[in-house]
C-alpha cells in the first residue's frame, strides 16, 4: 500500500517545514509515502470563499484517479485514537488497498464535490487548525501508527 498526503500551498514556516521533514525521514523506513502540494490559487482576493474552495477542488481532483481511497481530514470527521488509528491503517494494508490519500484542505476547508469524492474522514480533535499545522500533526501521527504497528517504543499507552 502507497500513502500520499495532498495538501493545498506550499508549507512557507520553517519550524514546520522542518518538523514535517523529520517524520517524512522516519516514515520512509516504513511505508511508501509521497507529500504532493497543489499550488495555491492565485488572485484569491478577487474570489469569495467559495470560489476559492471551487477552484481548489478542481487541482485536487485532477490529482485522484479510481484507485485511490480517498480520506479528508476534516474537524467534523470520525476520530480515532492513536491504537485505533494505527488499526485502521493495518486493516487497510491487509485488504486490497493499493493506494490512500489524505487530503488536508485549503484555508477554509473543502468544496462540496472532494466530500461527495470521498470515502471517509478523519478528525485529529474538535479544535479547527490553520491548514499549514495540521500537515505535522497529521505526519506525526502517521508516524505514530506504524511505531505502534512494528511495536516500537515510540508511543506510550
Ligand atoms: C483552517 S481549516 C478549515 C476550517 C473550515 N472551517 C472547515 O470547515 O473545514 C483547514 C484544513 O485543515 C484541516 N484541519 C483543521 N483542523 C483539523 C482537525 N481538527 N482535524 C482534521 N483536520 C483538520 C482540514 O483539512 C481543513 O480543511
Redesign the pocket.
Known amino acids: 500500500m502507497k500513502i500520499t498526503l495532498l495538501v493545498v500551498g506550499k508549507t512557507e514556516d520553517k519550524y514546520l517545514i522542518e518538523g514535517i521533514e523529520k517524520y517524512l525521514s522516519r516514515l520512509k523506513h516504513y511505508i511508501g509515502f509521497n507529500l504532493l502540494v497543489i499550488p495555491d490559487v492565485k488572485n484569491t482576493k478577487n474570489l469569495t470563499e467559495a470560489q476559492q474552495k471551487s477552484k481548489e477542488a478542481e487541482l485536487i481532483l485532477k490529482q485522484l484517479s479510481n484507485l485511490d481511497m480517498v480520506i479528508?481530514?476534516?474537524?467534523k470527521?470520525k476520530k480515532y485514537t492513536s491504537v485505533q488509528f494505527s488499526d485502521y491503517l493495518n486493516k487497510q494494508m491487509i485488504g486490497s488497498v493499493q493506494q490512500i490519500t489524505f487530503i488536508?484542505?485549503g484555508?477554509?476547508?473543502?468544496d462540496e464535490s472532494v466530500y461527495k469524492r470521498a470515502n471517509g474522514s478523519?478528525?485529529?480533535?474538535d479544535?479547527?487548525?490553520?491548514?499549514q499545522m495540521?500537515r505535522l500533526f497529521f505526519v506525526e501521527q502517521l508516524y505514530r501508527a506504524f511505531s505502534i504497528l512494528k511495536g516500537e517504543p515510540y508511543h506510550h499507552q
Do not use: K, R, W
Not at 478523519?122 to 480533535?125: E, G, H
Open positions: 479528508l481530514m476534516d474537524e470527521g488536508i484542505g484555508p477554509y476547508g473543502f478523519i478528525s485529529l480533535s479544535m479547527t487548525f490553520s491548514h495540521v
